[in-house]
């Protein structure tokens, strides 16, 4: 039912359409698409779509179409949607529009072989490093109604196995602000000077203790992570900074809420620097945990019977499942084509022998829910 040939047209074509800063002409590519073959599409005006077909309970199926930027180096060009040694080059080839690739070829397919129970597509915007509020699947969820599970087409392929995952951890996200007094460099002493603070502070950050979990649907223990990705001090190469700002990420169990990590990092702060310290949470999403044996089992077999091994296992980055499962209560695995190992780099790619097994297996897992 799957042909490759649609498949490779598709994610060619979905790569000739640069969707780094919004995903508008993306979007009207693929609601042509899906009109074409007989589908009433909803969108709105970030390009959202959601579409679906037959009745009863809700399965829903999900990839983002926006991308990370190009970049400068590419040997392939990263808009051309170059085929070379099995391979499809482009910007987002993996990350994510394979995954959009796989589900307007499944949607061809139940157009011609309608399925007994209701499947829901959704192509959403703004998942690539956007705050909550403009993320395309959140802005989306009042429509979608008596949804059951479903699955996010993210890349989840490594070598011969087709990764399922479970869940992910939560991204919180905070901004320090040390506080220093701002002077002249030739006459300030160092202790006002908020940058030679900051070592201080970012080891006792590095010997917070870690956090565990189990996963028993895997038997997998996970722990939390932070991380300081950003610092900043700058007022002229003469002066002594008014302040050093650093931004820590943080990568949560799938129990921590935003905020519950606040109270650690202030004790942290005030036994370092006193009162000369700001705390601001800039971003937080919960992780989450679908422990759902049974459809584990139902994916794990549906790879299997597409030719590939499956690798049931924990998603270490923040995924969209976390959003329909902490909002709408919808649990969801992770898998689809694409490499994970090609996301966001230069010369991404996606193998075909991936796209099309990859596609056979969601499309089994389809089928398999509809029995």
């Known amino acids: 039912m799957i042909k490759e040939k649609n498949l490779v047209k598709n994610l060619q074509s979905l790569v000739k359409i640069p969707s780094f800063r919004d995903s508008i002409e993306v979007s009207k590519w693929i609601k042509n698409e899906l009109e074409d073959f007989g589908y009433d599409v909803w969108s709105d005006e970030d390009g959202n779509l959601i579409t679906e077909i037959g009745e009863g309970p809700g399965f829903i199926l999900n990839a983002h179409m926006d991308t990370v930027e190009a970049g400068d180096g590419w040997k392939h060009g990263p808009f051309r949607g170059k085929v070379a040694d099995g391979k499809i080059y482009g910007r987002g080839s993996s990350d994510c529009k394979a995954g959009i690739a796989s589900m307007i070829e499944i949607a061809r397919v139940l157009r011609k072989n309608p399925p007994d129970r209701r499947i829901v597509f959704t192509f959403t915007a703004y998942e690539e490093g956007h705050p909550p509020e403009k993320n395309g699947l959140k802005r989306v969820l009042p429509r979608l109604k008596n949804i059951e599970k479903g699955l996010i087409l993210e890349p989840t392929i490594s070598g011969k196995k087709i990764g399922i995952g479970v869940g992910c951890r939560g991204g919180m996200g905070y901004v320090i602000d040390i506080i220093g007094e701002m002077g002249h460099s030739a006459y300030y002493q160092n202790d006002k000077n908020p940058i030679y603070r900051f070592p201080h502070l970012l080891r006792k950050i590095e010997k917070l203790p870690q956090r565990k979990m189990n996963i028993e649907i895997i038997g997998e223990e996970i722990t939390d992570k932070n991380s300081v990705t950003e610092i900043m001090a700058k007022e002229g190469p003469n002066v002594i900074p008014s302040r050093c700002t650093i931004s820590l990420d943080r990568r949560a169990l799938p129990d921590e809420k935003p905020g519950d990590f606040r109270p650690e990092i202030e004790k942290v702060c005030k036994n370092v620097l006193g009162k000369d310290y700001s705390i601001h949470?800039?971003?937080?999403?919960?992780?989450?945990?679908?422990?759902?044996?049974?459809?584990?089992?139902e994916c794990e077999r549906s790879v299997e019977k597409a030719g590939m091994k499956p690798d049931a296992r924990f998603e270490k980055a923040r995924i969209d499942g976390c959003i329909l499962y902490n909002f709408a209560g919808i649990?969801?695995?992770?898998?689809?084509?694409?490499?994970?190992?090609?996301?966001?780099?230069?010369?991404?790619?996606?193998?075909?022998?991936?796209?099309?097994?990859?596609?056979?297996?969601?499309?089994?897992?389809?089928?398999?829910?509809?029995?």
Request: hydrophobic share 40%; proline share 2%.
């Open 331 to 371: 649990g969801t695995f992770m898998m689809g084509p694409g490499s994970i190992e090609q996301a966001h780099q230069l010369d991404e790619y996606c193998e075909i022998e991936g796209l099309v097994k990859a596609t056979e297996a969601v499309l089994n897992v389809i089928l398999f829910n509809h029995k």
């Open 281 to 297: 949470e800039v971003r937080g999403l919960q992780g989450y945990l679908f422990d759902d044996e049974k459809f584990l089992s």
